[in-house]
């Protein structure tokens, strides 16, 4: 394996609330290498949003804050980085595209002005060679006829339009990491599709490494090399897609795929079948200890669960669980 | 889809939107929203309407439910023409067909506690006594899984998965002929989904109810729905048997739809070879002639782009189903 | 089927927000300023025991001069200090009942306006326009002069010149309300729109109305005090405002026959400010934990 471009150690950050601190990501690590994308799988509030935000030195002041944990690019750590060296770094060397493309691009500009932006922030350039790569960048990501489009308000643009425009006001800059949260949840399948296409298609382009955040394990599964699982702030599963996805080796995976209404499988349902359950509900991070989170809802817990301090087991290489069934093989 | 045990008979549904505007011709801007829509639901059963944003399926939900200004057609529920009902007389027909909406968040009043919540509409159709009222209230609660104790509390002291719950249970207060789902799910994680998804299957199975089933995910129809209709620009495109049509899709439309939906599968990842649609949705307003998924369309020749194909049955792999495509079971 | 374990004790919006109103600083600063106020207009007067409306000393006697009147005596030698005691209630008076004047108007009009839309729409909101620019001081001046001044047209005059922007207020937040899935839910129930405007809109609608209620209050003080200084109020009730009035002739004679009751008005908005945007926040719904 290469070098990792990233590597993202021990990572825990804290949220003040008002009954006090709660830790939203706890004990995170993993690494990512040139060219590979890594999926980020879970519900809302597991914290794959919150990894991401880390990795840009985005987590929202005040109220949160880094606790420990390293956050290393090419060995530089960026949790102790200053404020004006992560400028430098974030939209150049690791760039982010966000769900929503109606509310993240700036309704009074020009989109080819915003990518000029982008641009103008990072690199000392003239004009007209910020319009020629303005006008490149889109017609790379799909936009027909750019140069008239670039002069186009965001309102004018559809909204897979959008979200072409935002991936290129990433890329503009030829970053090394591309972080993608939840970049189709916005729109529909058949523009999906065009989307992570588009992503994959610019990612071998460039060998650039894409963090693909998603709650949705068909996205995940079809475009990951690797994927890791996240609930209630921690990594619970990591490996590759294949092993993750096919031999699951934690409960909360296999119920995570299990209960997708997949219609290859639905279609061999009879009428009375129903799809298989996680009871209960995510649990209050404010009442999470050290031990295994998911064991009040697991149909595998028992006694020695609930006791057991949480810690990744190592199934082989590249696949690691966090859960204590999994080393005994239990779980299988 | 006519069939003798129909309870719900909608014919020709139309809402058309004028947008206030005029075009560069000067004809007025109108958004062609529902664009004369039928279709039946078999009492016991589930029709599921799918389609894209914008494509219609939510204002066909509300036209139904006769909570669009606007709406044209028939709306037969059990021998009574909603369409053509206005006012107290339309109000009193409203305990027999009632509404789940998307988001649980926005659904509840949030200053009314639960128990006030589910009893409103037994209140407002003037069902029963304050007692036996508050007997069902618990009833109901217990019956979407939810402690009859929490009747005293708020909307935002529940998760969405319960408010969902609350909101069905609200749905079901008044014994309706007809639930429209509109969206149910979507607001949810999937592991909350799979359990409402559940809960309402059961509650179909127990109760017998029929549900007009809106959703955006072919994957929640597959599950949920024994018929189902695709919708494209405020049309039908598709419709007939949900199985048949997942299995052998007729129209170009509903073979890209169904091509498009990630599989979890890391091995045959068929998402990205799929035959991909390019570009977005028309705009609704002041739609072209023919047919309105010719510009999208890999087959379109001239003739779809001149004349509108209308639903019409095929049999495919020996079920029946209607397409509205010149080429359906050709192509 | 699943069961939530979670059960939490009943907490209603309304106990919510009062724990929110409770812990801001500035806002118990505004109730107490308004406490004092209030208290001493209520006890003040007897406990003083001086007649305001009679000479009791002799004219333009500075403050702390006499201990007889504290705070000194006007131009013909009204005791100050008594005149701002009993002062108090007149003027708190005229300032609620013209908000809630002006409130009532413009809840109503803002909330047929916001609901219906379309025509009614149209014409409440020209309506409600021509009311906004007509000078405001103007046209409570033409109506003050055209009835003889007595508290209630005092009242009914600001009343009819303070509702506009509340009325605006209601009109958006009912417009915004009335597509929320709560009142579609309701409509779908078979509600009338009775129901659905006064008992599902409004209550939701309340709370930017009542801190915008309360602001009206604070500005109606001001705007009694202006008819006032410009003697159009009525002569025969002591209110702050009157204070002023009555001796803006003297003003660098005895100047703190017109400060004294300017403090007393400034405290009361103040206060009453204060108030507002407390509620504004304890009822604003993004201060909330989910």
Not at chain 1, 25 to 33: C, E
Not at chain 1, 136 to 165: C, F, K, N, T
Not at chain 1, 247 to 270: K, V
Not at chain 1, 284 to 308: H, N
């Amino acid at each position: 394996m290469t070098e990792p471009l990233l590597a993202v150690e021990n990572l825990c950050v804290d949220f003040a609330t008002r009954s006090g601190p709660v830790r939203v990501l706890n004990d995170v690590s993993f690494t990512l290498a040139p060219g590979e994308t890594l999926g980020i799988v879970g519900e809302s509030g597991c914290g794959k949003s919150m990894t991401s935000l880390a990795v840009m030195g985005l987590v929202p002041r005040p109220n949160g804050r880094i606790a420990s944990g390293r956050i290393l690019f090419r060995g530089e750590d960026l949790v102790r980085a200053p404020a004006r060296r992560m400028r430098q770094i974030r939209g150049a060397a690791i760039s982010m595209i966000f769900q929503e493309p109606m509310t993240s691009l700036n309704p009074i500009f020009t989109v080819g002005r915003q990518i000029a932006e982008a641009i103008r922030l990072h690199e000392d350039v003239s004009k007209a060679e910020v319009r020629n790569r303005v006008v490149d960048v889109l017609g790379r990501v799909g936009i027909p006829d750019p140069a008239r489009r670039a002069d186009e308000y965001p309102h004018q643009l559809s909204g897979g339009m959008r979200q072409r425009v935002m991936i290129a006001m990433a890329l503009v800059c030829r970053p090394q990491i591309l972080i993608a949260d939840e970049p189709t949840t916005a729109l529909d399948v058949t523009v999906q599709a065009q989307i992570l296409d588009l992503i994959l298609r610019l990612q071998q382009e460039e060998n650039t490494a894409v963090i693909l955040i998603s709650h949705d394990m068909g996205v995940i599964s079809q475009v990951s090399d690797r994927v890791m699982v996240m609930y209630a702030g921690r990594a619970i599963e990591k490996g590759p897609c294949r092993d993750v996805v096919e031999a699951s080796a934690h409960p909360y995976t296999r119920g995570l795929i299990a209960c997708i209404p997949d219609i290859d499988r639905t279609e061999r349902m009879a009428e009375s079948d129903r799809l298989p359950t996680i009871p209960g509900i995510v649990p209050d991070l404010r009442a999470l200890g050290e031990t295994c989170a998911f064991a009040p809802r697991c149909a595998l817990a028992d006694a020695a669960c609930e006791a057991w301090k949480v810690a990744p087991i190592r199934l082989d290489d590249a696949h690691v669980a966090a859960c204590r069934k999994a080393a005994r093989g239990i779980v299988a | 889809m006519t069939d003798g045990d129909a309870i719900l008979r909608v014919r020709d549904l139309t809402v058309h939107f004028d947008t206030g505007t005029r075009d560069a011709e000067g004809k007025p801007r109108v958004v062609h929203a529902v664009d004369g829509v039928s279709f039946d639901i078999r009492r016991g059963s589930t029709l599921g309407i799918i389609g894209e944003s914008g494509c219609g399926k939510s204002t066909t939900a509300l036209a139904a439910m006769r909570l669009v200004a606007g709406a044209r057609g028939r709306i037969d529920l059990g021998g009574v023409d909603l369409g053509g009902l206005e006012g107290e007389a339309l109000r009193r027909q409203r305990h027999r067909f009632q509404i789940i909406f998307q988001d649980p968040y926005s659904s509840l009043n949030p200053r009314q506690r639960v128990g006030s919540l589910i009893r409103t509409p037994m209140a407002l159709q003037d069902q029963g006594t304050p007692e036996t009222r508050d007997r069902r209230v618990d009833e109901l609660l217990d019956l979407v899984g939810l402690r009859p104790e929490t009747r005293h509390l708020f909307p935002h002291q529940f998760s969405g998965g319960q408010r969902q719950r609350i909101g069905i249970a609200r749905a079901l207060a008044t014994n309706p002929d007809l639930i429209v789902c509109d969206e149910p799910v979507s607001a949810l994680d999937v592991a909350i989904q799979a359990q409402i998804l559940n809960l309402m299957k059961d509650l179909q199975a127990e109760l017998g109810l029929t549900y007009l089933f809106i959703s955006h995910d072919m994957g929640v129809i597959g599950y949920m729905c024994h018929e189902v209709a695709v919708m494209y620009l405020g049309v039908f495109v598709e419709t007939g048997d949900t199985r048949a049509i997942l299995a052998a899709p007729a129209h170009p439309y509903t073979r890209a739809l169904l091509s498009a939906i990630p599989r979890v599968d890391p091995v045959n990842r068929s998402l990205m070879a799929a035959t991909r649609l390019s570009g977005d949705p028309p705009s609704p307003v002041n739609p072209a002639p023919g047919c309105r998924f010719a510009a999208r369309c890999p087959h379109a020749v001239d003739r779809c782009r001149t004349e509108r194909p209308a639903l019409r049955p095929v049999t495919l792999g020996g079920m029946e189903r209607s397409v509205a495509c010149h080429f359906a079971g050709e192509i | 089927m699943a069961r939530d374990p979670a059960f939490h004790p009943p907490k209603s919006p309304f106990v919510e927000a009062m724990a929110i109103f409770l812990g801001n600083r500035a806002a118990m600063a505004g109730l107490i300023i308004l406490a004092v106020v209030i208290l001493a207009s209520l006890i003040g007067p007897s406990l003083y025991g001086v007649d305001p409306k009679a000479t009791v000393n002799a004219p333009f006697l500075p403050p702390m001069e006499d201990v007889a009147s504290p705070m000194g005596t006007d131009y013909i030698g009204r005791d100050v200090l008594a005149g701002i005691l009993s002062g108090g209630p007149a003027t708190i008076m005229i300032g609620t009942s013209a908000a809630l004047v002006a409130v009532l108007i413009g809840i109503t009009l803002g909330a047929l306006a916001g609901y219906y839309g379309g025509l009614i729409d149209t014409i409440l909101m020209r309506f409600t326009e021509f009311f906004q620019v007509l000078p405001a001081l103007l046209f409570a001046m033409v109506l003050m002069t055209l009835f003889t001044p007595s508290l209630r047209v005092t009242i009914i005059g600001i009343g009819l010149v303070m509702w506009p922007p509340t009325a605006r207020l209601a009109r958006a937040e009912f417009m915004k309300l009335r597509n929320m899935d709560y009142v579609r839910a309701e409509r779908a129930m078979g509600a009338r729109d009775r129901r659905i405007i006064w008992r599902v809109i409004l209550p939701n609608a309340m709370p930017p109305l009542i801190a915008a209620a309360a602001l009206v209050v604070g500005v109606s003080i001001l705007f009694e005090a202006g008819l006032s200084f410009l003697g159009l109020g009525d002569p025969n009730i002591r209110s702050w405002g009157e204070m002023i009035g009555s001796n803006r002739d003297y003003i660098f004679d005895c100047p703190w026959a017109v400060f004294f009751p300017g403090i007393a008005i400034f405290l009361t908005v103040l206060g009453v400010s204060l108030v507002g945007d407390g509620l504004n926040d304890a009822m604003n719904p993004r201060f909330r934990e989910r």
